[in-house]
C-alpha cells in the first residue's frame, strides 16, 4: 500500500485550487447570463425596432390619406416590408413576449393591412382618372379599414414592447440578484476555506509559537502538537531534537557552574579545615610531650600519666577529627552529581553548613545572620538546594561593597492565613512560578544590604547568562540555576530590590 502522508503544501494547494474552481465557476456563470442578457437586449433591440417601424407606417399612412401624395404611399409600403422582414427573422423572440395568438394575428394584421393600402392606392388613381365621384363611400370606407387594422398592429407592438422591456428589466434585477448571491457565497466560502486552512495550518504553528514562548522562558518541554502534517511533524521533531540538546547544554553549565562554586568554596574548606587540624595537632603534640615526660621522669615504678588529661586530649581529637570529616563530607556530597532524591532536611543545620563553605570568602567587614528555629523542616534535594542557597548568600555578599551584613530569616506560613499571604509578597515586585501556593510553605528570605539592582533590570534578573556585573565577574548563571532548582522543588522564588538599599530573594518551599 502507498503510505501516503498529508502537509501544509497539499492543503494551501487544495485550497488554492477550491478557490479558483469557484472563481472559475463564477465567471462561466456569469459568461452565460451575459451572453443571455445580450440575446435579450437584442431581441429588445428588434422589438423596440419594429414598434417604430410600425409608428412610421401610421404616420405615412395619414399623410398618404390626407395629401394622397404618391410618395407618402411608396414611404408606407416600405416600412410595411421592412416591418415583415423584421418579422419574420425576429419572430421566436416576438413569441417570448407575445402569445401564440397574437404572433399569428399580428402576421395577418400587416398582410391584411399591406393589401388594403395596395386597394386603396389603386382607388385613388382611379378618382383621378374619374370625375363623377362614384367611389367615394368605398374609399371612406377602405380608410376606416386602414385605421383599424393599424391600431391594432400598433397595440399589439406597444404591448410586446412593454412587455419585453417589463422581462429585460426582471432580468437584470434577477442577474443583480444571482450576481450578488453568487459573489456573497464565493466570499462565505473563501473565508470558509480560509478558517479550515486556518485551523489546518495556522493552528499548529500558534501552538508551536506558545511552546517557543515556553522555552523562552526556560521551560524545556517536549512540544506536543496535534497534527499530520509533514512539516509540522519535521518541525516539530527538529525542535525537540534541540530541546534535548540544550536541555543536555544546560546540564553542562549548571555542572559547570557548581564546579566553579566548588573551586571557590575551596578556600572556605581550607580555612575551615585549618582550626579542626590545629586543634588535632595541638592536642596530639601535648599528648606526645605529657607521654614523653612520663617515660622520662625518674620513678621506681611504672610511668604514669593523668588520665583525666589524657582522656580530655583524646576526646579534642576525636571531636576535631569528626569536624574535620563533617566538612570534608559536606564537600563532597555538594560536588558528586546524584539524582534528584527528596529527603526530610533540618533547614537551620543546612543552612548552617551552606554558610561554613563561605566563610573563606567573607570579608571581615560583612557579617550573615540566621534567624531559623530549630525544628523548622524542609523537604528538598540536598545538594540541590544547598547549592541553591549558596548562590544567593554568595551573591549577597558579592553585592555589599563595604560594611554589611546578609540576614537569613525562614518561618512557617500555613495556606489559610491569607492576610499574612498577602503581607508576605506584597512587597516583592518580580516572580517566577506561582508564588501563591495552595498548601503550607516554608518561607525562606535571604536579604542583603548591598547595592541593590535598578527595578527595570528585575524581570530579566533570572534570565540565563543575564548579569548585572562587570564582564569577566559573573557568567549570568547564578539565579538561572537557582530558579530552576526552586520550581524542581515545586517552590517558587520571588525578588524585591532598590538601588542603594539592598535585595531581598524570597523562597517559598512546599510542606510535605
Same mark, same amino acid.
Given at each position: 500500500?502507498? &503510505?501516503?502522508?498529508?502537509?501544509?503544501?497539499?492543503?494551501?494547494?487544495?485550497?488554492?485550487?477550491? %478557490? $479558483?474552481?469557484?472563481?472559475?465557476g463564477l465567471s462561466a456563470f456569469t459568461f452565460f447570463e451575459l451572453n443571455f442578457l445580450e440575446k435579450k437586449v437584442m431581441s429588445g433591440e428588434a422589438i423596440s425596432e419594429f414598434f417604430d417601424t410600425t409608428l412610421e407606417i401610421r404616420r405615412f399612412e395619414? =399623410?398618404?390619406?390626407?395629401?394622397?401624395?404618391?410618395?407618402?404611399?411608396?414611404? =408606407?409600403?416600405?416600412?410595411?416590408?421592412?416591418?415583415?422582414?423584421?418579422?419574420?427573422?425576429?419572430?421566436?423572440?416576438?413569441?417570448?413576449?407575445?402569445?401564440?395568438?397574437?404572433?399569428?394575428?399580428?402576421?395577418?394584421?400587416?398582410?391584411?393591412? #399591406?393589401?388594403?393600402?395596395?386597394?386603396?392606392?389603386?382607388?385613388?388613381?382611379?378618382?383621378?382618372?374619374?370625375?363623377?365621384?362614384?367611389?367615394?363611400?368605398?374609399?371612406?370606407?377602405?380608410?376606416?379599414?386602414?385605421?383599424?387594422?393599424?391600431?391594432?398592429?400598433?397595440? %399589439?407592438?406597444?404591448?410586446?414592447?412593454?412587455?419585453?422591456?417589463?422581462?429585460?428589466?426582471?432580468?437584470?434585477?434577477?442577474?443583480?440578484?444571482?450576481?450578488?448571491?453568487?459573489?456573497?457565497?464565493?466570499?462565505?466560502?473563501?473565508?470558509?476555506?480560509?478558517?479550515?486552512?486556518?485551523?489546518?495550518? %495556522?493552528?499548529?504553528?500558534?501552538?508551536?509559537?506558545?511552546?517557543?514562548?515556553?522555552?523562552?522562558?526556560?521551560?524545556?518541554? =517536549?512540544?506536543?502538537?496535534?497534527?499530520?502534517?509533514?512539516?509540522?511533524?519535521?518541525?516539530?521533531?527538529?525542535?525537540?531534537?534541540?530541546?534535548?540538546?540544550?536541555?543536555?547544554?544546560?546540564?553542562?553549565?549548571?555542572? *559547570?557552574?557548581?564546579?566553579?562554586?566548588?573551586?571557590?568554596?575551596?578556600?572556605?574548606?581550607?580555612?575551615?579545615?585549618? &582550626?579542626?587540624?590545629? &586543634?588535632?595537632?595541638?592536642? +596530639?603534640?601535648?599528648?606526645?610531650?605529657?607521654?614523653?615526660?612520663?617515660?622520662?621522669?625518674?620513678?621506681?615504678?611504672?610511668?604514669? @600519666?593523668?588520665?583525666?588529661?589524657?582522656?580530655?586530649?583524646?576526646?579534642?581529637? &576525636?571531636?576535631?577529627?569528626?569536624?574535620?570529616?563533617?566538612?570534608?563530607?559536606?564537600?563532597?556530597?555538594?560536588?558528586?552529581?546524584?539524582?534528584?532524591?527528596?529527603?526530610?532536611?533540618?533547614?537551620?543545620?543546612?543552612?548552617?553548613?551552606?554558610?561554613?563553605?563561605?566563610?573563606?570568602?567573607?570579608?571581615?567587614?560583612? +557579617?550573615?545572620?540566621?534567624?531559623?528555629?530549630?525544628?523548622?523542616?524542609?523537604?528538598?534535594?540536598?545538594?540541590?538546594?544547598?547549592?541553591?542557597?549558596?548562590?544567593?548568600?554568595? =551573591?549577597?555578599?558579592?553585592?555589599?561593597?563595604?560594611? !554589611?551584613? %546578609? *540576614?537569613? $530569616?525562614?518561618? #512557617?506560613?500555613?495556606?489559610?492565613?491569607?492576610?499574612?499571604?498577602?503581607?508576605?509578597?506584597?512587597?516583592?515586585?518580580?516572580?517566577?512560578?506561582?508564588?501563591?501556593?495552595?498548601?503550607?510553605?516554608?518561607?525562606?528570605?535571604?536579604?542583603?544590604?548591598?547595592?541593590?539592582?535598578? $527595578?527595570?533590570?528585575?524581570?530579566?534578573?533570572?534570565?540565563?547568562?543575564?548579569?548585572?556585573?562587570?564582564?569577566?565577574?559573573?557568567? !549570568?548563571?547564578? @539565579?538561572?540555576?537557582?530558579?530552576?532548582?526552586?520550581?524542581?522543588?515545586?517552590?517558587?522564588?520571588? $525578588?524585591? +530590590?532598590?538601588?542603594?538599599?539592598?535585595?531581598?530573594?524570597?523562597?517559598?518551599?512546599?510542606?510535605?
Open positions: 500500500m502507498i &503510505n501516503y502522508q498529508q502537509s501544509i503544501r497539499q492543503k494551501v494547494r487544495l485550497g488554492y485550487f477550491a %478557490v $479558483v474552481v469557484m472563481i472559475l395619414k =399623410n398618404y390619406v390626407l395629401y394622397e401624395q404618391r410618395s407618402d404611399y411608396d414611404e =408606407n409600403l416600405q416600412y410595411v416590408n421592412r416591418a415583415v422582414e423584421l418579422f419574420d427573422a425576429n419572430i421566436a423572440g416576438f413569441a417570448a413576449v407575445a402569445t401564440a395568438d397574437q404572433i399569428i394575428g399580428l402576421r395577418d394584421s400587416l398582410q391584411h393591412y #399591406k393589401a388594403l393600402m395596395e386597394r386603396y392606392e389603386k382607388l385613388i388613381r382611379r378618382q383621378k382618372r374619374r370625375t363623377d365621384g362614384s367611389d367615394s363611400a368605398l374609399k371612406i370606407r377602405l380608410a376606416g379599414d386602414i385605421r383599424k387594422t393599424g391600431k391594432d398592429i400598433i397595440t %399589439v407592438t406597444e404591448e410586446m414592447s412593454k412587455a419585453e422591456r417589463k422581462s429585460l428589466q426582471t432580468l437584470l434585477a434577477s442577474s443583480r440578484r444571482v450576481l450578488i448571491i453568487s459573489i456573497s457565497l464565493l466570499i462565505i466560502l473563501v473565508v470558509i476555506i480560509g478558517q479550515v486552512l486556518a485551523k489546518m495550518v %495556522v493552528k499548529p504553528l500558534k501552538l508551536m509559537e506558545r511552546n517557543m514562548e515556553l522555552i523562552a522562558e526556560g521551560r524545556f518541554e =517536549n512540544i506536543r502538537i496535534d497534527s499530520k502534517d509533514r512539516e509540522v511533524l519535521s518541525l516539530t521533531r527538529a525542535f525537540n531534537k534541540m530541546l534535548r540538546e540544550l536541555e543536555l547544554r544546560q546540564r553542562h553549565l549548571i555542572q *559547570s557552574e557548581k564546579l566553579a562554586s566548588l573551586g571557590t568554596l575551596l578556600s572556605g574548606v581550607a580555612h575551615e579545615l585549618n &582550626n579542626p587540624l590545629s &586543634n588535632i595537632s595541638t592536642s +596530639s603534640q601535648i599528648l606526645a610531650e605529657e607521654m614523653q615526660e612520663a617515660r622520662d621522669k625518674p620513678a621506681p615504678g611504672p610511668w604514669t @600519666l593523668d588520665p583525666v588529661y589524657a582522656r580530655e586530649l583524646v576526646a579534642q581529637i &576525636n571531636e576535631q577529627t569528626d569536624r574535620a570529616r563533617n566538612i570534608v563530607r559536606s564537600l563532597l556530597e555538594f560536588s558528586r552529581d546524584k539524582e534528584f532524591k527528596n529527603a526530610q532536611l533540618p533547614l537551620r543545620t543546612l543552612l548552617e553548613e551552606t554558610i561554613r563553605f563561605v566563610k573563606g570568602q567573607l570579608p571581615p567587614s560583612v +557579617s550573615i545572620t540566621l534567624d531559623v528555629p530549630d525544628d523548622l523542616v524542609i523537604t528538598a534535594d540536598k545538594q540541590r538546594i544547598q547549592q541553591a542557597f549558596l548562590n544567593l548568600i554568595k =551573591n549577597g555578599i558579592e553585592a555589599i561593597p563595604g560594611e !554589611g551584613s %546578609v *540576614s537569613i $530569616v525562614a518561618r #512557617k506560613h500555613h495556606a489559610i492565613d491569607k492576610a499574612a499571604d498577602d503581607s508576605a509578597i506584597t512587597n516583592y515586585l518580580k516572580y517566577r512560578g506561582k508564588c501563591t501556593l495552595e498548601d503550607d510553605t516554608v518561607d525562606i528570605e535571604i536579604r542583603d544590604t548591598g547595592e541593590g539592582v535598578h $527595578v527595570d533590570l528585575l524581570p530579566k534578573i533570572f534570565d540565563p547568562f543575564f548579569t548585572t556585573k562587570d564582564v569577566g565577574k559573573g557568567s !549570568g548563571l547564578g @539565579l538561572f540555576i537557582v530558579h530552576e532548582i526552586i520550581e524542581e522543588h515545586d517552590g517558587c522564588i520571588a $525578588v524585591n +530590590s532598590e538601588p542603594g538599599k539592598g535585595t531581598a530573594f524570597l523562597i517559598r518551599l512546599p510542606v510535605k
